[in-house]
């Protein structure tokens, strides 16, 4: 360009010193960018030179330095172009834009000046330095800031020159540009509305530079505007209230729920952080928040019972201070972690047997701190127990009786109290109360037997402790305490008291006295058992004491009758035949049984070979035919024994004369005695000694046993429903009876004569008899009156004794 200008200074310089010279000139306008070739001016006819002189003149262009642009054609006479014309490249911005060459012609020498004008057409876009142009703004940038852009250029002048800019889109900015006093321009682009990063983050512009030429062209830049965030935002919880449960009991360390809170900003202004915030402390010992995340978990022990909900004010912050809370409702769910518990308001331990069904024997108080099902409560007791739970009021429950109660058959209960909720896995729990049944007098004594029964042998020693009784009573304590009595009774006359005696604490049954069969055979008394309980109840028991014989009592001999001194002989007529009946000895004995089963035997006898004794029937009998030799006087010792063990015995002398007459009888019976006193002198005496040693021991023994019988009588009345069996003997018997002798017709069949165990009955009875044949047998000289009144016993005994 310097160059160029250099170049057309010069050429001026030559135009001026030549000027003188110059014989015309011609000026040309055309529009840069022709064609070579293309019409510039038709250059003879301007400077009104004809072609042959342009031809003789070897007419040429001369360029003083720079390009030739235009050529001359000579044939023609005119000017084309030879070269293509920038305009831009040969003026710049300068207009008007020309250049100037000489045409010079010899012979003569002439110089034209041509000026040729290059206009500008509009061949250039508008051009901005860079395609795009990158800003960063703040998002809180205030309105009216202004943002410079670069401007484009345009190489075409004038009105193909930049006219116009337009910034698209203009919603945030607007485009100022001011010329600058120098000619250049200035653009701006100046902030109209504010802009929020949070709602567009970068922002694209297309700035437009557009020329005037025809047809327009335009160049565009692209400007692209990144926003720089600023913490302008609050953090805003997602949700104004959460709302969560969470059981009782949580592990610490259980999620509850997580908070979250949005800020619309950026990066570091984005970041939010949690914390719980206005809240009491203990409410803070058991839930934390996770500053990043905003979980809020379990940090203590939840109880449902201490409270049932919790609100938590959770503060989300951001860093430059903002913040915002979020409400928390926390509800602690119930969970069955109460035991139910029994608590026994009132309780007694013991109950009467005889209570009624529906007695109350405790009150309980059930509660269970649980909600809902969890605390709803059932109570129950053992089935196997005559008891049941009533519920009064709720909460309180009542045990009753159901049945009536027997202490004897059950004396204790143990309840056992369950009380359990609802809940799942429902828990329970369960209370063990004993109940003592107490005891009423409701059992009376109960005997083993209510009949006894003992045998005990005569003769016993008094006080002999005979059996005992026993009765028991299910009842407690004093109730069971039996003690037993004696029931009065007389037994023939005598009262049962004189007999027995029953020690009340051990039932023991002692012989007052000594027992004679003889006597009594068997009595019946009763026993009363008596509890102590108040009332007392009292049982009754038959004790039968049967007496058992001994045999204590010989046989005695009731005939012949054994007179000592008086004679009395049957007779035995000689011409009696064998067999013939001389007497029967007839004996007795008090005692039963084999104690009364009697028999005869021949014991001596003055001629062995003539008489035999029944050994059952006590029959003296002759055994051959009586003969003149025989001797008067037969003198027979029969020995009577019973069956007892030992046996007793007794011995009778049976006197029996052998004569045809009464005197033949007496002189020999006279003689006989005499005979029979010499003979048993020596025995006698014997017999004599040993009879009073025995008559003053009988004697002794007889009035002590006399005595004491005789009261004994005394406080008695004969019964006459017992009267013992007496053997009868014909009114003929006794008359004769004091004779001293005795016709050989009597009855034979009243005593025992073949089996005495057969008439054992008949002498059940005679009690009293024993006695008397006691007394008699005791008596060595038994007297007629003695045999009398054993006769006519029952009537006139006492008076005998
Ligand atoms: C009641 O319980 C006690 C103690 O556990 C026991 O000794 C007694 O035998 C029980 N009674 C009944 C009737 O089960
Ligand atoms: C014993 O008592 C009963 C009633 O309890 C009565 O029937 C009976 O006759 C009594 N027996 C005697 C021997 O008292």
Avoid at 163 to 179: A, C, G, I, R
Avoid at 254 to 272: F, H, Q, R
Avoid at 510 to 525: G, T
Wanted: charged residues 25%; proline residues 4%; hydrophobic residues 35%.
């Amino acid at each position: 360009m310097a160059d160029r200008g250099r170049r057309q200074a010069l050429v001026l310089i030559l135009c001026l010193i030549e000027l003188s010279a110059v014989a015309g000139q011609a000026r040309y306008s055309i529009p840069e960018e022709q064609a070579e070739g293309s019409f510039v001016g038709n250059i003879a006819r301007d400077l009104g030179l004809d072609v042959a002189r342009l031809i003789s003149g070897k007419a040429r262009i001369i360029t003083k330095g720079g390009r030739q642009y235009v050529d001359l054609n000579k044939d023609k006479g005119i000017l084309v172009i030879k070269e293509r014309i920038d305009r831009e490249e040969l003026c710049g911005k300068t207009t008007p834009c020309s250049f100037s060459f000489e045409v010079i012609l010899e012979n003569p020498i002439q110089l034209y000046r041509v000026t040729v004008e290059v206009t500008d057409i509009n061949d250039n876009s508008p051009l901005f330095p860079k395609d795009e142009i990158s800003l960063k703004i703040a998002e809180n940038a205030a309105l009216g800031t202004r943002f410079s852009l670069e401007n484009a250029d345009d190489a075409d002048v004038g009105v193909n020159d930049i006219q116009k800019y337009t910034l698209k889109p203009s919603d945030h900015f607007k485009l100022e540009v001011q010329n600058q006093p120098g000619g250049g321009r200035f653009v701006e682009m100046v902030l109209q509305n504010p802009l929020d990063r949070e709602k567009e983050e970068t922002h694209s512009l297309v700035l437009i530079a557009s020329d005037g030429g025809e047809p327009r062209r335009s160049g565009t830049v692209r400007i692209h505007i990144t926003m720089l965030d600023v913490n302008d935002n609050s953090p805003v919880c997602s949700q104004a209230v959460y709302k969560a449960d969470v059981k009782e009991n949580s592990p610490e360390g259980t999620v509850i729920t997580t908070v979250s809170a949005n800020d619309a900003d950026k990066g570091v202004n984005g970041e939010v952080t949690y914390s719980i915030a206005h809240v009491a402390k203990e409410t803070k010992q058991l839930f934390e928040v996770n500053v990043k995340t905003g979980e809020i978990k379990v940090a203590g022990k939840l109880d449902f019972e201490k409270s049932k909900t919790y609100q938590l004010n959770v503060q989300a912050s951001d860093h430059g201070g903002f913040s915002d809370t979020c409400k928390v409702i926390i509800q602690i769910t119930d969970e069955n972690d109460n035991v139910p518990t029994i608590q026994l308001m009132s309780f007694s331990n013991s109950i009467s047997e005889d209570s009624p069904p529906g007695t109350t024997i405790a009150v309980l108080n059930v509660d269970d701190e649980d909600f809902d099902g969890n605390g709803a409560v059932k109570c129950s007791i053992n089935s196997d127990v005559p008891f049941k739970v009533e519920s009064s009021l709720t909460g309180y429950y009542t045990i009753v009786t159901e049945d009536f109660l027997d202490r004897e058959s059950i004396p204790e209960y143990n309840l056992t109290i369950t009380v359990s909720d609802q809940g799942s896995p429902p828990l329970s729990s369960s209370k063990n109360i004993n109940v003592k049944v107490s005891d009423v007098n409701d059992s009376p004594p109960k005997f083993d037997h209510s009949e006894y029964s003992k045998a005990v042998a005569e003769n016993n020693s008094p006080g002999l402790s005979v059996f005992t009784v026993s009765a028991s009573d299910a009842d407690w304590g004093q109730n069971s305490r039996v003690s037993y009595f004696l029931q009065e009774r007389d037994i023939n006359g005598l009262a049962v008291s004189l007999l027995v005696s029953v020690n009340s604490d051990t039932g023991v049954i002692h012989a007052v006295r000594s027992f004679d069969y003889e006597q009594i055979k068997w009595f019946e008394f009763n026993i009363t058992a008596r509890d102590a309980g108040s009332p007392p109840l009292s049982s009754v028991a038959t004790v039968k004491i049967i007496v058992q014989d001994q045999n204590d009592n010989p046989p005695q001999v009731l005939y012949p009758v054994q007179t000592g001194g008086s004679l009395v002989a049957e007779i035995v007529p000689r011409s009696a035949d064998v067999g013939y009946l001389v007497t029967k000895v007839v004996a007795v004995d008090v005692d039963s049984g084999q104690n009364a089963w009697l028999s005869y035997k021949l014991q001596k006898a003055t001629d062995r070979a003539l008489f035999e004794v029944g050994l059952q029937n006590g029959e003296i009998r002759t055994i051959r035919q009586v003969t003149d030799k025989d001797a008067v006087k037969q003198r027979l010792t029969v020995i009577v024994e019973d069956n007892g063990q030992p046996s007793r015995s007794a011995t009778v002398i049976v006197n029996v004369a052998v004569a045809d007459s009464f005197p033949e009888v007496l002189s020999e019976f006279t003689e006989l005695t005499h005979d029979k006193e010499y003979n048993d002198n020596l025995t006698f005496y014997l017999v004599l000694a040993l009879a009073v040693v025995s008559f003053l021991f009988i004697t002794c023994l007889v009035v002590i046993i006399s005595v004491k019988i005789y009261r004994w009588r005394q406080s008695r009345i004969l019964y006459h429903s017992n009267l013992p069996v007496i053997p009868y003997y014909p009114p003929r018997y006794s008359d004769t009876l004091g004779t001293g002798t005795l016709p050989h017709v009597y009855n034979h069949e009243v005593y025992r004569t073949t089996d005495s165990r057969k008439s054992d009955m008949k002498y059940m009875q005679p009690m009293c008899q024993s006695l008397v044949s006691v007394d008699g047998a005791g008596d060595d000289v038994p007297e007629m009156n003695n045999s009398l009144s054993l006769y006519s016993f029952g009537q006139t005994y006492s008076s005998v004794l």
